[in-house]
Each structure stands twice: as C-alpha cells, then as structure tokens.
C-alpha cells in the first residue's frame, strides 16, 4: 500500500487533484490550436482512451481566441500553456480555459503579472509552475549546485511571487529529461511545500526509450507517494501517452481503469503465434473499460494454471487455442477464430 504525500487540493474543471484523489493522467495536443477541428478531434481522441487533462499550446492572439470555441465542445478540462505573454493568459481565461501553465517570473512586468494573477484568483484558474532542466534562469545556470536543486530553487522563485500576490492555486512541475535529476527534483520540493505536483520526465524520447525513463522515475516517485498528476511524454501520438500513463498507476495499484493485461514471454513450447496474437488481444481491449485482468499464454500446458487469477484468457496450442476463465478451460478454438471468439465471450459476460 503506497502512502501518498498530502497535499492541497485544487479544482482543474471538474477534476480534483491533490488531496488523496485519484492521480490524473494528462497529455497535450500536438495539433496547431489555431485549427479548431483538428484540435477537438485530438482531444476527443485523447478523452476516448482515458486522458483526464488536455493541455494546449497557445502561441499567439489567434491561438487564445481559439481557445472559446475549443473550450465549448471539450469534454474534458483544458490547460492552456503560455510563455512570455500575459495578454495571452488573460485572453485564455477569459475564454473560459479551466488552468493555466504558466511561470509568472517570465511574463515581464510587476503589473503583467498582478492582472493574470488578479484574473486567475477572481476566477478560481489555478496555475500550474513548469520548471524545466534547459530553461532554467541565467543566475542559476551559472550556481555550483546540483541541478535538481536549481530547478527547485526556480520553482520557489515562481511560488513566491504567486504567494506574495496571495494565491495559491497552484500546482507545480520539475522535469528533466534525466531520470535522476527529475527524481531528486520532486524529492526535494516535496519536503518544502505542500502544493500538488505534476511529475513525469520532458523530452524522454521515442516509444521505446522514452517509456522505459518515463516509467523508471514516474513509477519511482509514485511509489514514495510523490505525484498528483502525471504525463508520459513521448515523441509518438499522445493518445499513447495516456495508455501509457494509466499502465503505471496500474502496475502500482494507483488506478483500476481498463484491462490489466497479462502475457507471457514466449518459449520452445510455444505453438501459435503469440506475439501477434497478444498484441491483437491488447488493441481489442485497450478501452474496454471493465476492472478485469486478460492473459495471453503460449501453451495449454502452463497457461491456464499460471494465469489462473485472470478473469479471462487464451492458452495457445497447434493452430488452435483454449479459451480459459479464472483458470477453467470453456472452450477450444481454431487458430483463425480464436481472437474473435474471445473478445465475444469476453463481452457477452458483460451485458
């Protein structure tokens, strides 16, 4: 049982995060937002396979005006990212975005960013501080410090100015595309403030890779109950992203959202072409939205016996597979039928 870190609650849209609830997975739109069809049909893309938050990058006037028609036909809470220019936050919240991704020591002036902050308070927009490894600020590159510690040092730089102006909406990031630096980042802010925490890696690469960094150091913080929300960033589709992320709070026992699956890593026994099989099993199911675990196993010998806990599964055989639940065989299978076959018993014991 993991002890999760207690932290303040926030509201972004209806979703509630920090204080104990459910840890969020969010992505980002890799769409321009100035084009308002694609941009919605990313996020519905996004909203189908799970993903809570939806962040959009707003780059220019044309951009933030977007934002109200966007805003009407989300069906989840968006987060607009802005960087420099206050006028854009100030348009943005006015268009009735649900947060802003924001670092209020980078949009000029004292008054720039008294009027977001004045607005954002007015309208309960909460801002999340995004503090990342290659951006950090002049004087703290040239620190002997530790990295991590830089970052954090940023983050509070950021906070202060929010806390001064009597805010506290907020919810903070510190990311690195290292997995070490990202890691103690978190460790270190997590003892000296109470704010929620978005964790996750940037720049953490292709599928391959970047799953397997973005895995490491999220997985490792959640498990010291570090984190409110999470990304898993990836230079691939973001509808990836958000499988990927609810795979993690699954493996720790964080969420129970879809299929847990389950299969084995092939052998000499193996009589069925189980890599494809498996991969065609976990497409059909991945927003199949049943708390259930499904197993794919290589043979009739070990299969149903090892993955007798599965609430339904395949053992395969020569040219044909056995169909099991919780370990019982209910029914054989030839090879070219058995994938349809089984996702038919899997949903008819649903209806």
């Given at each position: 049982m993991i002890n999760r870190r207690k932290t303040k609650e926030i509201l972004i849209g209806n979703v509630k995060i920090g204080n104990n609830n459910l840890i969020s997975v969010q992505s980002m739109c890799n769409t321009d937002t100035r084009d308002i069809k694609s941009t919605l049909n990313q996020i519905k893309e996004l909203s189908d396979a799970?993903?809570?938050?939806?962040?959009?990058?707003?780059?220019?006037?044309d951009a933030a005006s977007a934002i109200k028609d966007i805003v009407k036909k989300s069906d989840v809470p968006l987060v607009a990212d802005i960087h420099f220019d206050?006028?854009?936050?100030?348009?943005?919240?006015?268009n009735g975005i649900s947060a802003l991704r924001l670092n209020p020591g980078n949009i000029g002036r004292k008054e720039h960013t008294q009027a977001v902050v004045k607005l954002a308070k007015q309208q309960k927009i909460p801002i999340r501080i995004g503090v990342n490894a290659g951006s950090l600020e002049k004087d703290l590159q040239n620190k002997h410090i530790p990295l991590s510690q830089k970052m954090v040092e940023s983050a509070m730089s950021h906070i202060k100015i929010l806390?001064?102006?009597?805010?506290?909406?907020?919810?903070?990031s510190l990311k690195s595309s290292d997995v070490m630096t990202t890691i103690d980042a978190y460790r270190r802010i997590s003892q000296i403030i109470d704010y929620p925490l978005h964790i996750g890696l940037t720049e953490a690469g292709t599928m391959r890779g970047g799953l397997i960094k973005s895995s490491i150091g999220i997985g490792a913080l959640l498990s010291e109950g570090i984190g409110d929300t999470i990304r898993v960033s990836?230079?691939?589709?973001?509808v990836e992203e958000v499988y990927a992320g609810f795979e993690i709070l699954k493996s720790l026992g964080l969420r129970k959202k879809g299929v847990n699956f389950v299969s084995c890593p092939?052998?000499?026994?193996?009589?069925?072409?189980?890599?494809?099989?498996?991969?065609?099993?976990?497409?059909?199911f991945k927003n199949f939205d049943k708390d259930i675990t499904i197993a794919v196993m290589g043979c009739p010998v070990n299969g149903p016996g090892e993955a007798k806990n599965a609430d339904f599964g395949i053992a395969g055989a020569i040219g044909e597979g056995y169909i099991f639940k919780k370990g019982e065989i209910i029914a054989r299978v030839p090879e070219n039928e058995l994938l349809e076959k089984f996702e038919q018993i899997v949903i008819n014991s649903y209806k």
């Open positions: 799970g993903c809570e938050i939806v962040r959009l990058a707003v780059l220019n006037k206050y006028r854009l936050a100030i348009e943005c919240i006015n806390e001064d102006l009597d805010f506290d909406l907020i919810k903070v990836l230079t691939e589709n973001p092939t052998c000499g026994r193996t009589q069925i072409d189980l890599i494809s099989l498996a991969k065609k099993v976990e497409e059909r």
